[in-house]
């Protein structure tokens, strides 16, 4: 079962860790679907930084991404 990740201290533990985390968006139809993960690089109050395999870095923001891992 997935695991929503909410708090700050839910991000910084899952970047101690080095968990991989999943964003999440809601689409068109009303669903979430998958459109990142990563490792948590950096987060603020605002946004979360995740590193892909690949090393390409992207920044979600925390208002309308779900993360999960």
């Known amino acids: 079962m997935p695991y929503t ?3 700050n201290a839910e ?3 899952a970047a101690l ?3 991989y985390v999943f ?3 809601i689409g068109s139809d009303g669903m979430y679907s998958r459109v990142g993960s990563g490792l ?3 987060f603020s109050d605002e946004y979360v930084r995740l ?3 690949d090393g390409s870095i992207v920044l979600y923001s925390r208002s309308n991404t ?3 891992h």
């Open 11 to 13: 991000f910084f533990t």
């Open 5 to 7: 990740i909410m708090k």
């Open 40 to 42: 948590v690089e950096m």
């Open 51 to 53: 590193k892909n395999f």
């Open 17 to 19: 860790a080095r968990k």
């Open 23 to 25: 964003a999440l968006q």
């Open 66 to 68: 779900k993360f999960q």
